[in-house]
């Protein structure tokens, strides 16, 4: 009997890392952007979910506390019949795969069924969380040894802990999922023999921008979470090495309290926007609002031959119409005699990646700059060819009728992306915010709605890079807003500090 060969995938079973993006491994980042299926929990670092390919498939599975969108056993299933869709499955959590990730579970559920599959570790949270608080979790002469435990069992009580133990050595004590129970940890410590002076540390939203930690002797821990009202998730350190944190808290000093800003960007591809800024020190996000697809429009050489000027006004326009000219099998030499005009550097600097120059470019970056330049070049018998985006408007068309033949010719458009970043709630992290375009601003409005858009409208502010992405902010009632003095890169992350308008 010939038994049918069915194609199984590989389920890679990838830790997150325990919030700061950057934590992940090369090997966990590289298996996510190769993924054709992402399954993913509550994350600490949603961010990564961008390094996704954009054809593949997420699918949220979240297990909040007390609010379980799908159970141990669906998930396993899942699983399963995923891999007999894709090649490559991540199953995807945050810290590392195996610590209280119930990873285990689903390796064993593949396992049981046949399923490849792989185990890429990820950085856990309760090394690295405490690592961020300048808590080492071991240090020569003070801690020899650490336990980590969960603080609750499946009835949601405290877990059966064996406290003497603790209690008995110098071993660092880290309790996981317990901010709920902290008073009752300390109190069963203390019961247990611990010295009620024992130093103790609670640290809330670890390794990211809103780490908080509060430190107090084991006796009064419990009312300075409250009285900080520290949210989850968070990890309770107890033992001597807090002590160490007095000198070694170098990320909350240096990072925490640093403004934070987010980089609206069309494409995955890093914005150069978001390197400049970087380089500047500053803290960026980034986030995709749109992902350029181009047109195909037929063109044949005897048509180009006949083009006088071509004119780009974006870096998308010159991608598009390459892509154009490549696939249709013409020979840029038939550009030969045909000018080309372009609206400014981000622009011009594309040209110049295909080996073109540009004969025209306005000192500052601007179409109104622009169709003033090409009227004192164009003849009226000359043929003009507009390389726009579909969604642009015909302003410089309309100008420059009297002066040449224009031809308009959308070429790509701004497709709008839905965000993985629940940037709703997030959005509030952020001190300004940098628009390219008047679309992401339209983009960010409707995804966030107009109550959360209010709200943060009163003290953040809007950078914007020209004319028109202002004017749409100020349609939108932005508050505060600060224009590029040139519509570029480098000017727009420079006006960091400059006036509001
Ligand atoms: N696999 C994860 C742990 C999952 S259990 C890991 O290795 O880190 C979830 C618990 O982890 C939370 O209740 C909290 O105690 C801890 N935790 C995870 N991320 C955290 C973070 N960024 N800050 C503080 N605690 C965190």
């Known amino acids: 009997m010939i038994r049918e060969e069915k194609n199984i995938g590989t389920v890679f079973l990838v830790g997150g890392g325990p919030g700061d ?36 498939e997420l699918i949220y599975v979240g297990k909040e506390n007390h609010n379980h969108t799908m159970n141990q056993e669906e998930i396993n299933r899942l699983l399963v019949r995923k891999a007999g869709e894709h090649e490559k499955i991540v199953r995807f959590k945050g810290g590392d795969i195996y610590v209280f990730g119930r990873g285990g579970e689903e390796a064993l559920a593949l396992e049981k069924e046949g399923i490849p599959f792989e185990v890429i570790p990820g950085i856990s949270s309760c090394i690295a969380g405490l690592a961020y608080a300048g808590i080492p979790i071991t240090h020569r002469g003070i801690s020899s040894g650490f336990h980590v435990v969960t603080a609750h069992n499946q009835r949601d009580e405290l877990a059966d802990i064996d406290f003497t133990a603790m209690a008995r050595g110098t071993d660092t004590c880290v309790f996981l999922m317990g901010l709920g129970k902290v008073r009752e940890i300390a109190m069963r410590l203390m019961e247990a023999g611990m010295s009620p002076e024992t130093p103790a540390a609670v640290i809330s939203k670890a390794t990211t921008s809103k780490q908080r930690t509060v430190t107090a002797e084991l006796v009064q821990i419990a009312d300075e979470v409250e009285r900080a009202k520290l949210s989850s998730p968070a990890l309770i350190v107890v033992g001597n090495v807090v002590t160490l944190r007095e000198k070694l808290n170098c990320f909350e000093k240096q990072f925490v309290s640093k403004k934070r800003y987010l980089v609206s960007k069309i494409g995955k591809k890093t914005s150069d926007l978001a390197v400049y800024l970087r380089k500047q020190g500053k803290i960026v996000d980034e986030i995709q609002v749109g992902e ?8 044949t050489k005897e048509q180009i031959e006949k083009v006088d000027w071509l004119v780009f006004t974006s870096r998308n326009g010159v991608k598009a119409f390459f892509d154009t000219f490549l696939r249709e099998g013409l020979d840029v030499r038939c550009l030969a005699r045909c000018q080309i005009a372009s609206i400014g550097e981000q622009t011009s600097k594309a040209l110049r990646t295909y080996g073109i120059y540009p004969d025209l470019q306005p000192q500052e970056f601007h179409s109104d700059a622009l169709i003033e330049k090409l009227k004192e070049q164009v003849k009226l018998e000359q043929i003009l060819w507009y390389l726009k985006a579909r969604n642009a408007d015909s302003h410089l068309a309309q100008e420059l009728k009297g002066s040449c033949q224009v031809v308009e010719i959308p070429i790509y458009e701004n497709q709008a992306v839905t965000s993985v970043l629940p940037l709703k709630e997030r959005i509030k992290e952020y001190d300004g915010i940098f628009f390219t375009c008047a679309s992401s601003v339209e983009w960010l409005f409707s995804t966030v709605g107009k109550d959360v858009w209010q709200s943060w409208n009163e003290n953040g ?41």
């Not at 934590?23 to 980042?29: A, H, M, S």
């Not at 350029?292 to 063109?299: C, E, G, M």
């Not at 028109?468 to 480098?490: N, P, R, W």
Request: proline share 4%; net charge negative; with cysteine.
């Open 21 to 56: 993006p950057e934590l992940i491994t090369v090997k966990g980042l590289t298996t996510l952007r190769e993924a054709d299926c992402i399954v993913y929990d509550r994350l600490s670092s949603p961010e990564l979910l961008l390094e996704a390919r954009s054809d593949c």
């Open 461 to 501: 502010i809007c950078y914007s890079i020209g004319l028109k992405t202002t004017e749409c902010l100020k349609g939108f009632g932005a508050s505060h807003i600060v224009q590029a003095e040139q519509a570029s890169y480098e000017s727009l992350a420079r006006c960091v500090s400059n006036k509001v308008l």
């Open 292 to 299: 350029i697809v181009s047109f195909p429009f037929s063109v």
